[in-house]
């Protein structure tokens, strides 16, 4: 029965460790993906020289929506089209590209507001164009709110029904002993004497369910992040760091050993109460 139980619950823990552990991945990646697109490009006029281009970028830094304003000149923008499309450029008289300024916003949220104001040619008449990526902030906003409600919601479901498995298999183990905890009650043993071995044993089983099912999932993550490497694909390369091997055991073990706690508690309480 002991490696039955230990066996249910491992299985138990690992499931619901792999959903939150790729749950908490797939959000990283979702919340990561907007800031790769925090950026406006602000386009100036040809009339515009490069003083006032200097006095409009430090005027925009002062915004408090603004993290930061790199200057685009167009004099490197005009080498890199020369350098690429050299049959184009040598048919055009001179530079005829603007200056430009790359403008970061503090939030991703912020930036359609932050497009909106530089659009505005009353307070900026230098600017004559600026591209943002606002649509796609959104929508990539709304898809992070989306996985973490999900996850959530998928969290708090396998938490409980890991629970359940765990209190159902600790109650199959204290049915087995039936005989043994009856003989321990009627020599006089108190139901706290009786509950704390059993407690601590649900523990025991959580702990090492949760131990083993850390060592499943990292060998696991393993060949995933291979996998996931060769894909070679922009969107996986965000940098949002994940979980280390020490992090990931740690929160199984504690886990696993919580949930044998409550189980197992729950399970003899109840046992003890119709025996």
């Not at 619950?9 to 697109?37: C, E, H, N, S, Y």
């Not at 080498?79 to 590209?97: C, D, F, H, K, T």
């Not at 916003?105 to 009353?122: F, H, I, S, Y």
């Not at 090492?208 to 060949?223: F, H, K, N, R």
């Amino acid at each position: 029965m002991s490696i039955a139980a230990l066996g249910t619950v491992t299985v138990a823990i690992t499931v619901l460790g792999a959903t939150l552990l790729a749950a908490g991945r797939v959000k990283a990646l979702a919340d990561a993906q907007p800031a790769r697109f925090n950026e406006i490009n602000v386009f100036l006029h040809t009339s515009v020289d490069r003083r006032d281009a200097l006095k409009l970028a430090d005027a925009l830094r002062q915004l408090p929506q603004v993290s930061g304003v790199r200057l685009l000149k167009r004099e490197d923008a005009w080498a890199r089209i020369q350098r690429r499309e050299p049959s184009l450029a040598q048919n055009v008289a001179g530079n005829p590209l603007p200056d430009a300024l790359a403008i970061s916003a503090v939030e991703p949220g912020e930036l359609p507001a932050l497009a909106g104001k530089l659009r505005n040619t009353a307070l900026y008449p230098q600017i004559a164009n600026v591209t943002d990526a606002s649509s796609e902030v959104r929508a990539m906003l709304g898809f992070s709110r989306v996985i973490r409600v999900m996850g959530s919601l998928a969290a708090i479901g396998l938490f409980i029904a890991t629970l359940f498995i765990v209190y159902n298999t600790i109650r199959l183990t204290l049915i087995a002993r039936q005989k043994e905890i009856k003989i321990m009650q009627l020599v006089g043993a108190t139901a706290g004497f009786i509950r704390l071995p059993m407690v601590l044993e649900g523990v025991l089983y959580g702990f090492t369910g949760g131990l083993i099912a850390s060592v499943i999932l990292l060998l696991a993550s393993l060949e995933v992040g291979r996998f996931l490497s060769s894909l070679k694909s922009p969107l996986l390369d965000s940098g949002a760091a994940g979980l280390t091997g020490s992090q990931i055991t740690l929160f199984l073990v504690v886990l696993g050993a919580s949930i044998g706690a409550i189980g197992s508690h729950l399970a003899i309480r109840r046992f003890l109460r119709v025996l």
